[in-house]
Nanobody, 115 residues
Framework: QVQLVESGGGLVQAGGSLRLSCAAS????????FGWYRQAPGKQRELVAT???????NYADSVKGRFTISRDNAKNTVYLQMNSLKPEDTAVYYC?????????WGQGTQVTVSS
């Protein structure tokens, strides 16, 4: 089992920045990839960014150049640095971990961007 706890969400004005953190605990040795997803009201959950065990990253087109995903393997933590935030980035952001054949999700953290 892997537990994921997100932090760092909040309210920010358009153009501002936030940094989300996701701390993993439990069987962290089995984690291969991490990701951040988001879900806005009335919309489906969507991929924001992923990072593999080798550090390879992938981003949704809507956040490329503004968001950066990174991981600290020593701390079993993954980060999402969000810059130049827009009102359309408002959503609940979820941390995701892949561990062998299992998928794990955090409880989510709210990000609200005001115009």
């Amino acid at each position: 089992q892997v537990q994921l706890v997100e932090s760092g969400g909040g309210l920010v004005q358009a153009g501002g920045s936030l940094r989300l953190s996701c701390a993993a605990s439990g069987n962290t040795f089995s984690i291969t990839g991490f990701g951040w997803y988001r879900q806005a009201p009335g919309k489906q959950r969507e991929l924001v960014a992923t990072v593999s065990s080798s550090g390879r990253t992938n981003y949704a087109d809507s956040v490329k150049g503004r968001f950066t995903i990174s991981r600290d393997n020593a701390k079993n933590t993954v980060y999402l640095q969000m810059n130049s935030l827009k009102p359309e980035d408002t959503a609940v952001y979820y941390c995701h971990a892949e561990a062998t054949i299992f998928l794990y999700w955090g409880q989510g953290t709210q990000v609200t961007v005001s115009s």
